[in-house]
Antibody
Framework: EVQLVQSGAEVKKPGESLRISCKASGYNFISSWIGWVRQMPGKGLEWMGIIYPRDSDTRYSPSFQRQVTISADKSIDTAYLQWNSLQASDTAIYYC???????????WGQGTTVTVSS | EIVLTQSPGTLSLSPGERATLSCRASQSVGSSYLAWYQQKPGQAPRLLIYGTSNRATDFPDRFSGSGSGTDFTLTISRLEPEDFAVYYCQQYGGSSWTFGQGTKVEIK
């Protein structure tokens, strides 16, 4: 069974750094893109970017280009989303999803809730 | 960046009725690269339709997608109670993908 399991909820203060993870199983991790999606409280889905773990080719939405870093460790089939300095506006649920140009985003993680508050 | 505009924002219908959801793109989207997702409260989104008209395996044939160029449609032929949810379109051609803002299908 193809599965993406995300790390647990985080509560952080403004200015702190954070890295959340997305562990893949049940498929060849390096041969599919992994994408990240933000959902702010009560709002819609926002596509943040994708990474191809085989060669770490990464594409970002212009809205997130300098706000976050997407990475992957193919030795442990895990993708990451990282912030260097969180802001209150980063409070949201973050989803990872197995992605591809044939089917879009076909398998989703359960989501990681990030709360940034002083 | 391609902007997707979904309409209506909210669709109030009764079970058994037909739902027609629209997704309009700011520039042409290859028909291979348009998807729809269903999201229920407290759950992750689920892929519903990919490549404009290909239904994902978990979904019944009362769901169908159509369209080309800048205009795409998701149709639910007869609403079942479990279909009341928020639906998002997404374009995934090129290097920057985008979602529409969503259409909520609610029980009238």
């Amino acid at each position: 069974e193809v599965q993406l399991v995300q790390s647990g909820a985080e509560v952080k203060k403004p200015g702190e750094s954070l890295r959340i993870s997305c562990k893949a199983s049940g498929y060849n991790f390096i041969s599919s893109w992994i994408g990240w999606v933000r959902q702010m409280p009560g709002k819609g889905l926002e596509w943040m970017g994708i990474i191809y773990p085989r060669d770490s080719d990464t594409r970002y939405s212009p809205s997130f280009q300098r706000q976050v870093t997407i990475s992957a460790d193919k030795s442990i089939d895990t993708a990451y989303l990282q912030w260097n300095s969180l802001q209150a506006s980063d409070t949201a649920i973050y989803y990872c999803a197995k992605s591809g140009t044939y089917y879009g985003m076909d398998v989703w993680g359960q989501g990681t809730t990030v709360t940034v508050s002083s | 960046e391609i902007v997707l505009t979904q309409s209506p924002g909210t669709l109030s219908l009764s079970p058994g009725e037909r739902a027609t959801l629209s997704c309009r793109a700011s520039q042409s989207v290859g028909s291979s690269y348009l998807a729809w997702y269903q999201q229920k409260p407290g759950q992750a989104p689920r892929l519903l339709i990919y490549g404009t008209s290909n239904r994902a395996t978990d979904f019944p044939d009362r769901f169908s997608g159509s369209g080309s160029g800048t205009d795409f449609t998701l149709t639910i032929s007869r609403l079942e109670p479990e279909d009341f949810a928020v639906y998002y379109c997404q374009q995934y051609g090129g290097s920057s993908w985008t979602f529409g803002q969503g259409t909520k299908v609610e029980i009238k």
